[in-house]
């Protein structure tokens, strides 16, 4: 009798990094192990107050090693022999500075406490001023290298964080011989890689974040970016000109990692690619359906077929790119820089005096009970159109329109205010947030028909969900599986392993569908309509005055 396949979706998110071993006939979970990354808990290499956030590869490489060990020993050897594929997502875009062999600065000694040789995690906003020229430098050129990533450059990518590294540490600066996306790197490592150029570089994350085009013929030219800082020049010949989807193989895990993982070198790794995308893939996408991954910020994916997109472009969003979510369609990001964690803020200005409890378990179930509190007495407050009201911007705005530079605000605030007034304002502005995004879609010429919700704010909050359909006025489905970037991951390494043809039969096989709707309430639409005018109206003056 022949033996079922299995395969392995890894998922590094912001915090942790998780692992799951799945049925690839099924897409049942058979195992699952979750690895917080210790050096980033201490919050080591960070400095919030600078907008600097850094991760050390060791975190992730601890990480993927602890996980997938788990994993196999949760399996058995049965399993184990059967494993046939490894896909791997990562947040992006978080790259790191490498030398010749493919090995970031911050795994050499002379760097290993250097942040700055570090991954420069996707909201780190240290390039701010580097983003802006960018943007500036761009117009000076006849073709316009920003149009298929929304015509304007973040400070969250791949370029701009380059240039603030290599303006800002010289010794970087000397050492660095490429610069990698997160996602590109571990495929390299497990496969066992050993000079930069054998890296195969996503799709996804050259097209969203790099500037990289079909378009183009491959990046913009040297000249675009030596034009703009001579120590930029060269980078662009160390960058291969072809880009792979997630459902091609990388290569196979190398003897040593088949080692270390208790696996065998015929395992399958696929070419990586952001959690978002293959979140997206996990939570079964649909065309025109925007799947939104909501967590500490918000991912919003949408895939279109080429055909019918034809030459639109939409603006302010995080790129358009042939095949960044499934291969053959046109995949458009957007998102929110902070969604969970503006609720995040709240809750520890809320418990700062809890700091003075010693009892680390109990000053964490004091936090808990006080977020269960908000939302409780915040979704019996009645709805006034006076109320507090909120912008969500407390880590810039992503889209539509990055900025970077732009803050959060609360109005309307009165001795009267209380924590679970506050506390509906944020919801209502991170609701009007994705309003604003869903608009920019519409208006510029792609259709939303309706909406997927992922995530743990997605699964864990019906109030903030009832909120969100209230304010956009269509209903979302959120999807059954509390892992869809693993799970995601998981159907792109039964696709790259052979098991399927291309990573739709794969999701349709997989997949685990939906459990539970959330429609509008009729009665709220005409009181958040006016709500949202009064949010446009407040960040327009945040944007323009102060």
């Not at 992006?92 to 493919?102: E, N």
Request: include cysteine.
């Amino acid at each position: 009798m022949e033996q079922p396949s299995y395969v392995i979706g890894v998922d590094y998110g912001t915090d942790s990094v998780r692992s799951i071993v799945v049925n690839a006939a099924t897409g049942q979970e058979l195992a699952a192990s979750v690895f917080f990354y210790p050096r980033w808990k201490k919050q080591l290499y960070c400095n919030a107050s600078e907008n600097q956030f850094r991760q050390h590869p060791l975190d992730y490489l601890e990480g993927l090693e602890s996980t997938i060990k788990d994993c196999v020993e949760q399996v058995g050897p049965v399993v184990a022999k059967n494993i046939k594929g490894i896909a791997v997502d990562t947040t992006g875009s978080t790259p790191v500075a490498v030398d010749a062999t493919g090995t970031p600065l911050a795994l050499r000694p002379e760097f290993a406490e250097n942040p700055n040789a570090m991954f420069v995690l996707w909201k780190d906003h240290t390039s701010v001023a580097e983003a802006a020229a960018i943007n500036a430098h761009a117009t000076k050129f006849d073709t316009n290298y920003l149009q298929y990533v929304g015509g304007i450059y973040s400070s969250e990518w791949f370029w701009a964080k380059l240039l603030h590294v290599l303006r800002a540490d010289e010794k970087v600066a000397g050492a660095i011989h490429s610069w990698v996306e997160h996602c590109d790197w571990i495929p390299f490592v497990l496969t066992g890689g050993t000079h930069v150029s054998e890296i195969k570089r996503g799709v996804c994350s050259a097209g969203h974040k790099g500037l990289w085009s079909e378009a183009f013929g491959g990046y913009p030219p040297d000249s675009f970016f030596s034009s703009l800082d001579p120590i930029l020049s060269g980078f662009t010949s160390k960058l291969p000109k072809e880009t792979y989807t997630s459902d091609k193989p990388a290569g196979h895990l190398s003897e040593n990692w088949a080692t270390r993982l208790g696996l065998n070198t015929h395992v399958v790794v696929a070419v990586g690619a952001f959690d978002a995308h293959m979140g997206a893939v996990g939570g079964q996408i649909e065309p025109y359906y925007l799947s939104k991954v909501i967590g500490t910020s918000t991912c919003d994916m949408l895939v279109a077929p080429a055909s019918e997109v034809k030459d639109t472009l939409v603006g302010g969003i995080c790129g358009q790119v042939n095949g960044s979510i499934i291969p053959g369609m046109i995949g458009m990001e957007a998102g929110q820089s902070a969604f969970g964690d503006a609720y995040a803020w709240l809750k520890n200005i809320l418990s700062w005096s809890l700091d003075l409890i010693e009892d680390e378990e109990e000053k964490n179930k004091a936090a808990e009970k006080i977020m269960a509190a908000l939302t409780a007495q915040a979704a019996q407050l009645p709805l006034d159109e006076k109320d507090e009201i909120a912008i969500d911007w407390l880590n810039g705005r992503r889209t539509p329109d990055a900025n970077q530079m732009l803050h959060g605000a609360f109005a309307g605030l009165s001795l009267g205010t209380t924590a679970p007034k506050l506390f509906k304002a944020l919801v209502e502005a991170t609701c009007f947030g994705a309003k604003a995004i869903v608009e920019r879609f519409v208006a510029q010429g792609i259709p939303v028909k309706g909406l997927i919700g992922l995530g743990g704010v997605a699964k864990k909050s019906p109030y903030i969900m009832q909120v969100m359909v209230d304010v956009l006025n269509m209903p979302i489905r959120i999807h059954k599986s509390e892992q869809t970037c693993a799970l995601g991951a998981a159907m792109f390494a039964a696709t790259a392993a052979g098991v399927y043809e291309k990573v739709e039969d794969a999701m349709h096989a997989m997949g685990q569908g939906f459990d539970a709707t959330y429609t509008p309430n009729a009665s709220r639409v005409a009181y958040y309509q006016k709500r949202y005018e009064q949010y446009k109206n407040l960040g327009q003056f945040i944007e323009t005055k102060l």
